[in-house]
């Protein structure tokens, strides 16, 4: 798997706009890029994923460049919900299958 | 749906003893992967089952640590003998094929393993 790069934590006020960097320098052509974030006391929870082009869902957008050498989840109004860890994973094809490898993410705090 | 469901959701036992975790993924979901958390060591992938066969389980610590997925609709994670370092959160995540990249992973609420 591709090796990603976040930031530690970042801090986000509430309403405003979240963007959250991933560094993905290594990244081959046929892997995706995946957004799973994880709140306090409960499992990850998928937000988004990406191949080429940008995507959006009702959670986020997610932004490639267009060397697909990193992106940027973007919670467009984040609210006091939205802070957890947040991790972005490139997901492979290898023998073992397509499991998820987390890192360590990113600390996203929301203040009100 | 209801979701991946794991049993017991916290579960508290003394060094020496057998521990069975339990996960019931999202019904016609062929992957099943097992994760450990800690604070130390983050979130790591225990072993991986696609239709029922386990194909990747480097990710299991010692001989300890067994997995089973007897059918479709359940698996069993045990750990025999149980040590102190064993003490985590062991989260169950459901998919609907682990051999399609485009496809998502659903998580359980886990299990909080205290081992003293």
């Known amino acids: 798997d591709a090796k990603t790069t976040q930031p530690t934590s970042m801090d986000c006020a509430e309403g405003r706009a979240a963007n959250l960097p991933c560094n993905h320098s290594?990244?081959?052509?046929?892997?995706?890029v995946y957004w799973y974030r994880q709140i306090h006391s409960q499992g990850p929870q998928y937000i988004i994923h990406g191949l080429k082009n940008n995507e959006t869902n009702e959670m986020a957008s997610l932004i490639i460049t267009e060397d697909r050498k990193s992106s940027t989840l973007i919670l467009p109004h984040a609210t006091l919900r939205d802070t957890a860890v947040y991790y972005c994973?490139?997901?492979?094809?290898?023998?073992?299958?397509?499991?998820?490898?987390f890192g360590k993410g990113t600390s996203l705090l929301v203040t009100p | 749906d209801a979701g991946v469901i794991q049993s017991p959701r916290h579960e508290v036992t003394e060094m020496g003893q057998e521990v069975t975790l339990r996960c019931k993924p999202i019904?016609?979901?062929?992957?099943l992967f097992w994760y450990r958390q800690t604070m130390m060591r983050g979130l790591e992938l225990l072993i991986y089952f696609n239709n029922n066969v386990p194909i990747d389980d480097s990710g299991m610590p010692e001989d300890r640590f067994s997995a089973k997925m007897p059918n479709a609709s359940f698996s069993t994670l045990k750990i025999q003998p149980s040590e102190p370092r064993d003490s985590a959160v062991y989260f169950c995540?459901?998919?609907?094929?682990?051999?399609?990249?485009?496809?998502?992973?659903?998580f359980g609420q886990g299990t909080r393993l205290t081992v003293v």
């Open positions: 994973i490139v997901r492979v094809r290898s023998n073992s299958g397509y499991a998820l490898n």
């Open positions: 290594t990244i081959s052509g046929n892997e995706y």
């Open positions: 019904s016609g979901h062929n992957s």
């Open positions: 995540a459901s998919s609907p094929s682990g051999q399609v990249m485009n496809t998502e992973a659903f």
